[in-house]
């Protein structure tokens, strides 16, 4: 996997990130990504990211999950096995409606699921590396991907100028990994020690 | 931003609503000349069946708008408030669409004619061992002093919420007069409720259309009958801010209110499929003779176009349609949904009156449509009169700020 060239800085408020966000954007640097502990309520409007496409995911598994469930019971009940129930005809639908729409549920939630999973790259034994600990507690974190054109040094000093803490240069492999979050702790003891 | 508080009536919107009117008249003179002034039972019924088709559909309609400012104040929903001036003018035709509705349900109740409620035959009930057994609840005079009784609350609770919220248009409150006055609201919110659960929720459909079936009976109907008619409320509540907003009207309101008001048709059609289903269903399954009468003539017999055509209107055509995000934001969408919707669940209503009484053929539907456009243009009159009498900003009240930042 590629490694990256990320500057990173720190916020520790919001109304000090959403400005930020957009001096950002003006100044035409990429965002790499936002970390926050928690969802907040427009930064992805403000990021300019794109609507996910989970719910077309959704909508797609619902739709196998309903085909799966009338294309099964037609199956069973009126080719392979015919049970007389209560003098109903074979094909009853109204029936399976409620057997339908669970597995409708069924089929979304748990495709939904898996598909959040791999889009946000999660699954067994896949770790992910943190940019600052404190991103999943109490800080935002901003990263902004470096390009070969990107100048270090004016870049740092854009990020102080509008707030950020904690500014520096870190290198990110890419993708799926495998790992463990040794490297993290490590950052994280350094810095408490550099605080002195 | 200039906030344009004053809403004129346009005389274009006038003329429309008063051309609309006439058309309903008539429909009703006309209906009357070809089936209410005959001898028979059956074309009379036709004449009151239409009439209370349409006048329980409407009622229903704008009383749901109500329900839908209670229901929110109750449940905190603050992003209400920019738009709240255009439900509180749709309820204001509560009194007037329930006065024609209450003389209308009395008219057919001691009238003359009994096939619409045949319950209210004296002599026939004797010999009918089960309306016999009903006539405790199914009799005319508890029927008459429910219909005044709801009426005069529905009218007086709503006309008690919109003065409680055109009360403080003038006088800005500070922190302890808001937390009391919110609290004001509440109780009379939750006293509407309790009316309303009381009335929509049970008793009133039951009273006002179940018994048009009167030997049938199911416990969610008047659920179904709630569903339906609070969906084609928001419906109604959409299409009037669509309206101003083209208007340039309702500037604090924007698509993020909509989209609400999308979710709120998209949630309460698929509601109404469901408790619509469950209805279905379980007499489908038991197929009991008493029960099934009700469902033969409709989704097998004569009724079956009209009943499946209102199933996909009120059912597939929201869920597809209204189930990406962007078409709930869409103005146009929303509006042709809007309209979709009032029209399929008018066409529920249609189903639910006639096949009880009009058992020889399908009544020609235009006749039925024209009064229809009367109600109509009624309720745009009455609606815009009322919009144009209070400022269309509720501008004083502790949640606006709520309204003004909200987004989904």
Redesign the interface.
């Known amino acids: 996997m590629a490694v990256k060239k990320f500057i990173t800085g720190s916020f520790y408020d919001e109304e000090v990130l959403f400005p930020a966000v957009k001096k950002i954007r003006r100044a035409g640097y990429k965002i790499h990504d936002v970390f926050t502990p928690f969802p907040i ?2 930064l992805d409007k403000a990021m300019g990211l794109r ?1 996910t496409s989970l ?1 077309t995911a959704g ?1 797609i598994y619902g739709i196998t999950g309903t085909a799966t469930a009338v294309g099964f019971i037609t199956w069973a009940l009126t080719i392979d096995w015919q049970i007389n129930f ?3 005809p074979f094909f009853s639908l ?2 399976w ?1 409620p057997i339908i729409f669970e597995l409708t549920v069924l089929f979304a939630a748990v495709g939904m699921v898996l598909t959040f999973c791999y889009l946000c790259q999660l699954a067994p034994f896949v770790k992910k590396d943190h940019f600052n600990l404190r991103s999943t507690d109490d800080t935002f974190l901003m990263a902004l991907e470096c390009t070969d054109k990107t100048i270090e040094a004016d870049a740092i000093s854009f990020l102080e100028s509008i707030g950020a803490v904690e500014v520096g240069v870190q290198y990110k492999e890419t993708g799926w990994w495998l790992g463990r979050y040794d490297n993290d702790k490590k950052r994280f003891e350094k810095n408490v020690e550099t605080a002195h | 931003m200039v906030i344009r508080e004053k809403y004129t009536v346009p005389k274009r919107f006038n003329t429309i609503a008063i051309t609309l009117m006439v058309i309903g008249i008539l429909a009703i003179v006309g209906l009357y000349a070809t089936h209410g002034s005959k001898s028979d039972a059956t074309s009379q019924a036709r004449f009151w069946g239409s009439l209370l088709q349409n006048s329980v559909y409407f009622l229903l309609v704008v009383n749901a708008a109500m329900f839908f400012i209670c229901a929110l104040t109750l449940a905190w929903g603050g992003w209400q408030m920019s738009f709240r001036r255009v439900s509180e003018a749709i309820s204001a035709c509560v009194p007037v669409v329930g006065t024609i509705c209450g003389v209308i349900l009395l008219l057919i109740c001691f009238g003359n004619n009994h096939e619409i409620y045949h319950w209210t035959d004296t002599e026939h009930v004797k010999e009918d061992a089960i309306l016999n057994f009903k006539k405790g609840f199914l009799n005319k005079n508890f029927f008459a002093v429910m219909t005044v009784l709801t009426i005069v609350s529905w009218s007086l609770l709503g006309r008690k919420m919109r003065k409680l919220s055109q009360s403080i248009d003038n006088k800005p409150l500070n922190v302890e007069e808001g937390k009391k006055y919110i609290w004001n609201n509440t109780v009379w919110a939750a006293i509407y409720i309790v009316v309303f659960s009381l009335t929509v929720l049970s008793s009133i459909p039951w009273l006002w259309l179940m018994s048009i079936d009167a030997h049938w009976y199911s416990t969610m109907y008047s659920w179904y009958t709630f569903a339906s008619t609070f969906v084609a409320g928001v419906a109604l509540i959409t299409l009037f801010v669509v309206f101003l907003k083209n208007n340039n009207y309702l500037e604090l309101t924007n698509e993020e209110h909509l989209h609400d008001l999308g979710k709120f048709m998209f949630a309460f059609s698929i509601f109404w499929t469901y408790l619509w289903f469950s209805q279905f269903m379980l007499i489908w399954y038991a197929n009991i003779p008493e029960e099934t009468t009700y469902f033969k003539p409709r989704a097998q017999g004569m009724y079956s176009g009209i009943f499946w055509l209102m199933f996909i209107i009120n059912f597939l055509a929201p869920l597809l349609i209204f189930m990406s995000r962007n078409s709930k934001r869409n103005y146009a969408t929303l509006t042709f949904m809007s309209l979709l919707i009032i029209f399929g669940h008018w066409l529920d209503f249609f189903q639910m009156v006639f096949p009880g009484h009009q058992k020889e053929h399908v009544p020609m539907i235009l006749w039925d449509f024209g009064v229809a456009l009367g109600f109509v243009g009624l309720i745009m009159f009455v609606t815009a009169r009322a919009l144009s009498k209070a400022p269309l900003l509720a501008k004083n009240h502790p949640f606006i700020k709520e309204s003004v930042i909200h987004h989904t």
């Open positions: 309520h427009g609507d719910h909508f209560g003098g109903k109204p029936a409606i």
